[in-house]
């Protein structure tokens, strides 16, 4: 993996400029000043620096004069990013062996990918994540047919059974085995009843014959 080494005494912009570059799929090394730098550096063996000019102890031109006297780090491309403008500090930069001088206020982050992707020769592509990402056109594996599902026999449902009572037989009346006859009552026979005698009714006054 391409290692990056940033050296930086803003904490803020340190870790934005670092999660920009791990997203490009860089490995990052962080340094706080010039002093930390070198020693990272030496430690490490970083393809590329991008460091802040002005810092304590030991400043971004002091470190990038020693580091392109090293023998062992002089090959490192060198990005220096400075809030100074002036033409002066750029020639002296790119005379001590930058090969970039990036000045905050006229850049953006894209800008400092960009350069970086440039000086390491990959054109925009950063070959780390060439070389860690997964071949889009793998071929997925077949996974097995699977076996035909076995219905299960269902068995004939029985009848429920009824919840209504039973009905009981009505209980028949015995029957006599001899037929006694029947009587009709004797009713009174009223035709010959007639009026009851009335008394001879004797004209008045009237003298009985002879």
Do not use: C, W
């Not at 030496?42 to 023998?71: F, H, W, Y």
């Not at 992707?117 to 054109?123: N, P, R, S, T, V």
């Not at 070389?131 to 997925?140: D, I, V």
């Amino acid at each position: 993996m391409i290692k990056v080494l940033l050296v930086e005494d803003d904490t803020n912009l340190s870790e934005i400029y670092k999660a920009r570059l791990e997203a490009e799929g860089f490995q990052v090394l962080v340094a706080k000043d010039g002093e930390e730098g070198l020693l990272v550096a030496k430690a490490n063996q970083p393809d590329l620096l991008i460091s802040d000019v002005m810092m304590p102890r030991v400043s971004g031109m002091e470190m990038l004069e020693i580091i392109k006297s090293s023998n062992y780090l002089k090959n490192m491309k060198v990005i220096m990013l400075t809030a100074l403008n002036q033409d002066t500090d750029e020639e002296r930069a790119k005379g001590l062996g930058a090969d970039k001088y990036l000045v905050k206020s006229q850049v953006t982050l894209e800008d400092i990918v960009q350069s970086v992707h440039d000086l390491l020769g990959d054109k925009g592509t950063s070959a780390a994540v060439e070389t860690t990402a997964a071949p889009a056109t793998s071929p997925a594996p077949e996974m097995p047919a699977a076996a035909p599902e076995v219905q299960p026999t269902m068995e004939p449902a029985m009848p429920a059974p009824s919840m209504s009572e039973p009905t009981m037989p009505s209980p028949e009346m015995p029957v006599s085995s001899t037929t006694e006859p029947i009587t009709p009552p004797v009713m009174p026979d009223t035709s010959e009843q007639t009026n009851p005698p009335q008394p001879p009714v004797n004209p008045p006054n009237t003298p009985p014959l002879q």
